[in-house]
């Protein structure tokens, strides 16, 4: 039995880096659809959405499979509960990109308030961040995944940074709301991939050490920002 459990945790193991693999390529490629404003491939990116959706899922199920008959004992179990959770934080960080693609149509050919520069060193960071976790995750380093997380505030900078820039564009001139609000958007999704990405981070260290740790919340946006925010996509 405990043969038959190793194998099937290394092939499950197997198939949650690739949905990682799709995800982490997700958060890059829609912030370059963005800059493309190519509206089919962002429709491409929404539909393939589901496919990762339905990974989740199947993962999700073999996993409670293994739990339910193969009585894992308590380190197994906790890699076989990290499984779940970041099977579930993978298919949230890529909503966020299918979100970007979203508001890459609503964009039209209309151009954008201004360059994509900081934007992109999110996406990018983001991305890494979710790489060398997924990396922890299969080396079972739990060092790394403590490191991780302190390069969230690097992303929080740029967001607060994009927010702050866009706000100058729409008090010169308020017909630049919508245009603005969307890129906050955008900014605001890789933002909380990071976070997710963080989350990950957290479930790495419980899986290796058996140790609950959560990592403080800093503060990530500007006063009125999520005002601005909940108004703004209300639209």
Not at 89 to 95: G, P, T
């Amino acid at each position: 039995m405990r043969t038959t459990l190793q194998k099937e945790m290394v092939r499950v193991q197997d198939e949650l880096i690739d949905l990682g693999v799709m995800v982490e390529r997700t958060l890059t490629e829609s912030v370059k659809i963005l800059a493309r404003r190519a509206a089919g491939e962002a429709e491409a990116m929404i539909e393939a959405d589901s496919e990762i959706n339905r990974r989740r899922y199947m993962i999700e199920s073999q996993t409670l499979v293994l739990i339910a008959t193969q009585q894992p004992m308590a380190k197994d179990l906790r890699t076989l509960a990290a499984i779940l959770e970041i099977a579930g934080e993978l298919e949230r960080i890529a909503d966020y990109s299918k979100g970007i693609a979203k508001i890459s149509i609503q964009l039209g050919s209309h151009p954008l308030v201004k360059p994509l520069v900081d934007v992109p060193r999110m996406a990018e960071l983001a991305s890494d961040m979710l790489h060398r976790a997924l990396l922890a995750f299969v080396d079972k380093d739990a060092e790394t995944a403590r490191a991780i997380p302190t390069e969230d505030q690097q992303i929080d900078n740029l967001y607060d940074q994009v927010y702050r820039e866009l706000m100058t564009y729409v008090l010169a001139d308020p017909r630049h709301i919508d245009g603005a609000s969307h890129l906050i958007w955008v900014a605001h999704n890789l933002e909380r991939a990071a976070d997710r990405a963080v989350n990950i981070c957290e479930r790495v260290i419980f899986m290796v050490t058996g140790e609950l740790i959560e990592f403080e919340d800093l503060p990530r946006n500007p006063p009125g920002d999520q005002d601005f925010l909940n108004k703004s996509n209300a639209r």
